[in-house]
């Protein structure tokens, strides 16, 4: 291939500045990393690209992006630092250009992908506040594949933008998280609890399968905080929470909604299958220490189709559960109290 003209560099470098406002426009973490593929393409056409972000603890770099050929086989796959080409870039934190023929590609070959096929391979670190936090990775695959030494130099200056672009997106998805998170138990809040209460509801209707909501709030849990502090109590919510976490199935929802109160949302699943589920997280409650709980649950749509509607009715049957005695979970009418 000859030489890269300079007119072509200098225009790479004008679609770079172009680039800049779509990508960092982006407001996803996704929406951004496509927007990056997306941008570097027509500037420095590629077959393949993928992005890692660098775990320094566990000594990886974790795929969190990738297109082109052997898309599976890539996000399958965390390159260690000490032990792969994708890993000696970044702690080197430069640039590293690999024709076909280099004997790194023979050495280093990702899992599940042909080692006959020929590749040129472009690694630039990404760097954002002086720190780097991953590696830009860009391949051309084919017959007689290369890139010439300014297209690795466009690459490393589009880095630049990428890393900017990267960083400010998972922060703010960072921020987001902890917008919908509860501080001290990790679970999701109150916020996230309505706004998946809401889309659940919105599936009843859609596609008429029941949801079904548990709430749960810890009994004389204010003796506790009166008799042996608020880090006491601090502890019950957090194991509690932890029970709950490892208690639900994988695709219920559990929340702090707030104070001592939690919330189990239960898609899929009708008032017997509610009724199976509660008893069952009661029951580990009850085995993982001395924490007791009062529940109630309502099922949507018998008991309601809004968010309002269906935390009232399982709060008034988490109210009877305490009236009766506490320690126990109250259901639909025709159920009895575990």
């Avoid at 250009?97 to 670190?125: C, F, K, M, N, R």
């Avoid at 659940?200 to 749960?216: C, G, K, M, N, Q």
Wanted: aromatic share 4%; proline share 6%; glycine share 8%.
């Amino acid at each position: 291939m000859s030489a890269v003209p300079a007119t072509r560099v200098a225009r790479g470098l004008e679609e770079i500045i172009d680039a800049a406002a779509g990508v960092l426009a982006a407001q996803s973490l996704q929406a951004t990393l496509k927007a990056m593929a997306s941008a570097l393409h027509p500037i420095v056409p590629f077959t393949s690209l993928a992005v890692y972000e660098a775990d320094l603890d566990a000594r990886e770099l974790h795929p969190v992006f990738a297109i082109g050929r052997h898309v599976q086989e890539t996000l399958a796959f965390s390159p260690p630092l000490d032990a792969s080409i994708t890993g000696k870039a970044f702690l080197r934190g430069r640039l590293v250009h690999l024709e076909p023929g280099h004997p790194w590609l023979g050495s280093y070959q990702l899992p599940g992908t042909p080692a006959d096929e020929e590749e040129a391979l472009i690694v630039a670190p990404l760097v954002a506040a002086g720190a780097p936090i991953g590696t830009l990775n860009v391949w051309r695959e084919g017959f007689e594949p290369s890139f010439e030494r300014e297209e690795g130099q466009l690459i490393r200056r589009f880095t630049t933008l990428a890393a900017m672009a990267y960083d400010n997106a998972r922060r703010r998805e960072q921020l987001s998280q902890l917008a919908l998170t509860d501080d001290l138990t990790g679970l999701p809040n109150r916020r996230h609890f309505q706004e998946r209460l809401s889309a659940e509801l919105a599936r009843v209707s859609r596609e008429a399968v029941p949801v079904s909501l548990l709430l749960l709030d810890v009994d004389d849990f204010k003796s506790v905080n009166d008799s042996l502090g608020h880090a006491a109590g601090d502890g019950v919510l957090s194991e509690l929470a932890g029970v709950l976490r490892d208690g639900v199935r994988t695709a219920d929802v559990a929340c702090r909604t707030g104070g001592e109160e939690f919330a189990v949302i239960l898609p899929n699943a009708d008032e017997d299958e509610a009724q199976h589920c509660a008893e069952r997280l009661l029951e580990r409650i009850r085995i993982a220490g001395d924490i007791r709980v009062s529940a109630g649950i309502a099922t949507s749509p018998t008991d309601g189709r809004s968010v309002e509607a269906l935390f009232q009715i399982a709060d008034d049957r988490l109210l009877d559960a305490k009236a009766a005695g506490k320690d126990r979970l109250v259901g639909p009418p025709h159920e009895h109290a575990a």
